[in-house]
C-alpha cells in the first residue's frame, strides 16, 4: 500500500525558513513525479511545486517561486520541500502528492504557521 | 495563474444528478486533456474521482463522471448519495509546467 508520511511543519515567524519532509513507501519512488499542494486553514487547495522522477525538472507556483525550493533524494524515498522568506499567507496545510497531472495518493499533511 | 472558477455550492435530493462545473480558459482548462477533479470531505484528505478530464481510477463509483468542452470542464454525480457531501475540486494544467486548482465547490445532498 502507497504511504506519504509528512513532517516538519510547525510555527515560524515571518521572514524565516523551514523545511518540511515526506517519506514515501509502497511503490517505486523514483519512477513518479511528486507535488506539493497546501491549504490554508477554510480555504481551498493550491498547487506548490511539482518535481520529475529524476529531480531535473522543477516547478512552482508564482506565489512562491524564488522562496520555496522542491527537491527529492531518491535513494531515501524522500521528497522535501525548504520554505524561505516565509510569510503569513503561507499558513497551510502541506500535502505531499504523488504524480502531477493525476494525484492519485495524498499524505496526511503538516501543518505550517507563519506568525510572530 | 488565476484560480479556475466552480459555483461556491450546489445541492440534489438523493437519487439526483447534479453537475458541478469548472470554468477556464483556453490557457488552461480549454488548452489540454489534464483536468481532474478532487472529493474532499471535512477534515479529510482529497482523493481523486477523475483524471484526464474523464477517466475514473479504479474504486471510484461509476456515479461519477467528467468531461469538458471549450474552455469549461465538468463533473457529474449521478444517483447522488448521502456520502457525496463534501466539496470538489477541479485542477487543470496551465501550461509552462503549471497547474491551477478550481475554487471549490460545496455539494449538499437534501
Known amino acids: 500500500e502507497v504511504y506519504l508520511v509528512e513532517s516538519g511543519g510547525g510555527l515560524v515567524q515571518p521572514g524565516g525558513s523551514l523545511r518540511v519532509s515526506c517519506a514515501a513507501s509502497?511503490?517505486?519512488?523514483?519512477?513518479?513525479?511528486m507535488t506539493w499542494v497546501r491549504q490554508a486553514p477554510g480555504k481551498g487547495l493550491e498547487w506548490v511545486a511539482s518535481i520529475k522522477e529524476d529531480g531535473s525538472e522543477k516547478y512552482y507556483a508564482d506565489s512562491v517561486r524564488g522562496r520555496f525550493t522542491i527537491s527529492r533524494d531518491n535513494a531515501k524515498d524522500s521528497l522535501f520541500l525548504q520554505m524561505n522568506s516565509l510569510r503569513a499567507e503561507d499558513t497551510a496545510v502541506y500535502y505531499c502528492?504523488?504524480?502531477?497531472?493525476?494525484?492519485?495518493?495524498w499524505g496526511q499533511g503538516t501543518l505550517v504557521t507563519v506568525s510572530s | 495563474q488565476s484560480a479556475l472558477t466552480q459555483p461556491r455550492s450546489v445541492s440534489g435530493s438523493p437519487g439526483q444528478s447534479v453537475t458541478i462545473s469548472c470554468s477556464g480558459t483556453s490557457s488552461d482548462v480549454g488548452g489540454y486533456n489534464y483536468v481532474s477533479w478532487y472529493q474532499q470531505h471535512p477534515g479529510k484528505v482529497p482523493k481523486v474521482m477523475i483524471y484526464?478530464?474523464?477517466k475514473r481510477p479504479s474504486g471510484v463509483p461509476d456515479r461519477f463522471s467528467g468531461s469538458k468542452s471549450g474552455n469549461t470542464a465538468s463533473l457529474t454525480i449521478s444517483g447522488l448519495q448521502a456520502e457525496d457531501e463534501a466539496d470538489y475540486y477541479c485542477c487543470s494544467y496551465a501550461g509552462r509546467y503549471s497547474f491551477v486548482f478550481g475554487s471549490g465547490t460545496k455539494v449538499t445532498v437534501l
Open positions: 484526464d478530464v474523464s
Open positions: 502528492v504523488r504524480g502531477a497531472a493525476g494525484l492519485d495518493y
Open positions: 509502497g511503490f517505486t519512488f523514483s519512477s513518479q513525479w
